[in-house]
């Protein structure tokens, strides 16, 4: 019974194609049908030619029925005929195929649960009229319901640990309620009594997970049973996370059969980190986790962001697409906090732009993915600052040697006292530019050169590297020849070269570290920042 109603998560319709264009149920006075899965079903079902009121039905469907697959159209019967629906019924009713079949089935099994005398396609069809517009007097009129029902009863009989004693009865009047008011009474009472939740915490369930409303009994129970036995939620979980009550329980199994991992997590482990991912399906999950693999995105940066695992598989797809050529993207791209740039990407982006207009540079991920109060005191105050942690991720997951943990990158860095004030992209430029003549271990021991102007290391390594080779000095370079007179130049390590970069970048700045400060827009050195970084510091 589950997997036949699950099947409706791989609902995937298609046209059908006769020449290069969608057969139409009706053209003019001459019908053009073959081809169109229904039709085709029905006759092979029926054994004779569909009749003229049915096709006159269809034509009203219009598109809806050219676009249904023969797998659709086989799983809805399947279902209908749980609730003793015929082929012929159904075939007779055609908008039932049009129905989505989760919904569908949660229909039929809250008529049967509410004991209706028989459930015809109609029935499911006008299924909200007949839980909320009918009175249940009215229903027993129209013979739905039996004239000794009492509705109250029968459904506090399917919560079978719910004792006797601790249900209240109310006797409501059968001419002044529904179903749906009825059914919302007793499932109130039963979570009341199984999690301790408030009125309020219950109308909050309704609200944001509409499926409860719509929810069959029987699948609320075993929901709860899921949480609490299978995958070993608490109480007090339970109550706080209201999708745990609301869940699809056939999804869920499948879910927990068919994943096994999600970022490295067991699938129960990741359910417990993040309970809505309940809310999507089992193959949305693969799906995602597959795409993630494909953009080397590791297991630690899904562990972080589980939230990504609740989203549509084909936005994930848009969001990763549009924002791997994002530069900001490609520089955090192995900070274990990435996905959050995906899970956040317009609020991301939006900031990105307002951080552009404040002409700040040295911006963190934490700025870009955090509360509106911590982004708002970064954009309004004065100074330009990183993260630490951002940095140190960046450098150790460029730097591949033994030893190089985020610790010693920080130790090396503080040595510098404006250490903080190198935006994040000129820090993985320079990696890019060193990581090209330079083992990583040779950048490592020198780190403190990330910090400087990329275009002041990128001369001054070319012009050492030439007199390590030539072993004179370019005429015209910014560098006295005379510095090196005492050197044998053939005999300079990677290592010595990068400390004489730094050495000639910060000797005409007195090796005050304000060798770090970049040209602004290709004019004057910055000084102006600079000067202004001195004072706050000062102060």
């Known amino acids: 019974m589950y997997i036949k109603r699950f099947l409706g998560y791989l609902k995937s319709p298609v046209n059908i194609y006769i020449t290069s264009y969608p057969v139409p149920i009706l053209q003019g006075k001459k019908r053009y049908y073959y081809g169109v899965p229904l039709i085709n079903l029905y006759e092979r079902l029926m054994g004779h030619t569909i009749p003229e009121v049915l096709l006159h039905r269809l034509e009203k469907e219009g598109s809806k029925i050219n676009n249904l697959s023969e797998k659709d159209l086989k799983i809805t019967l399947q279902i209908l005929n749980k609730f003793g629906i015929s082929a012929e019924e159904a075939f007779m009713d055609p908008h039932v195929f049009c129905m989505n079949p989760i919904a569908m ?3 039929g099994m809250i008529l049967q649960e509410c004991n209706f005398a028989f459930i015809q396609p ?6 909200h009229t007949l839980v909320k517009s009918r009175t249940i007097k009215q229903l027993k009129q129209e013979g739905l319901l039996k004239e000794n029902l009492k ?4 459904l506090y009989s399917y919560f079978h640990d719910w004792l006797q004693e601790d249900r209240a009865y109310e006797n409501y009047d059968d001419s002044q309620t529904n179903i749906l008011s009825i059914r919302m009474i007793v499932l109130e ?6 999690l301790h939740i408030t009125s309020e915490e219950f109308q909050k369930y309704c609200k944001n997970y509409l499926p409860l409303r719509h929810r069959p009994m029987s699948d609320i129970i075993e929901s709860l049973d899921i949480a609490q036995n299978n995958i070993e939620f608490s109480t007090e979980t339970i109550r706080r996370n209201g999708c745990l009550v609301a869940a699809d329980p056939v999804n869920t199994k499948l879910m927990l059969d068919k994943v096994d991992s999600l970022g490295g997590l067991d699938i129960r482990e990741a359910i417990r980190i993040e309970p809505s991912i309940l809310k999507n399906n089992y193959q949305s999950l693969l799906q995602i986790r597959s795409l993630l693999e494909q953009y080397n995105i590791s297991d630690e940066a899904q562990r972080r962001c589980l939230k990504v695992y609740c989203m549509n598989p084909k936005t994930v797809q848009e969001r990763l697409d549009e924002l791997v050529n994002l530069k900001e993207f490609q520089v955090l791209a192995s900070n274990p906090r990435v996905l959050y740039m995906v899970v956040h990407k317009r609020k991301m ?3 990105i732009t307002k951080i552009q207009a404040a002409k700040k540079q040295c911006y963190s991920l934490n700025h870009l993915v955090s509360s509106n109060k911590i982004f708002n005191t970064y954009i309004n105050s004065f100074g330009n600052k990183i993260c630490s942690r951002d940095v140190a991720v960046l450098i150790c997951s460029s730097l591949h040697c033994p030893h190089v943990t985020n610790k010693s990158v920080l130790d090396k860095l503080r040595r510098h ?13 320079n990696l890019l530019l060193l990581k090209k003549n330079f083992s990583d271990l040779v950048i490592y021991n020198n780190c403190q050169i990330v910090l400087y102007p990329v275009n002041e290391i990128q001369h001054y390594i070319d012009l050492l590297l030439r007199f390590r080779e030539n072993g004179k000095i370019p005429r015209h370079s910014r560098i006295e020849d005379s510095s090196f007179n005492n050197l044998e130049c053939a005999k300079l390590t990677d290592d010595q070269i990068l400390s004489l970069v730094l050495y000639e970048i910060e000797k005409k700045h007195h090796f005050s570290g304000d060798g770090i400060w970049n040209k ?4 004057k050195i910055g000084s102006t920042m ?3 970084l001195k004072q706050n510091y000062a102060s």
């Open 151 to 154: 509705l109250e009863e029968l």
């Open 189 to 194: 009472k039963f979570l009341k009594w199984k």
């Open 349 to 351: 982006l939006n900031r």
């Open 122 to 127: 109609k029935h499911i069809i006008r299924y």
């Open 530 to 532: 600079n000067h202004r």
């Open 417 to 429: 006292k404006y250490w903080l004030h190198t935006a994040l992209h000129v820090v993985n430029e």
């Open 105 to 107: 089935d949660n229909y």
């Open 520 to 523: 602004l827009d290709g004019g």
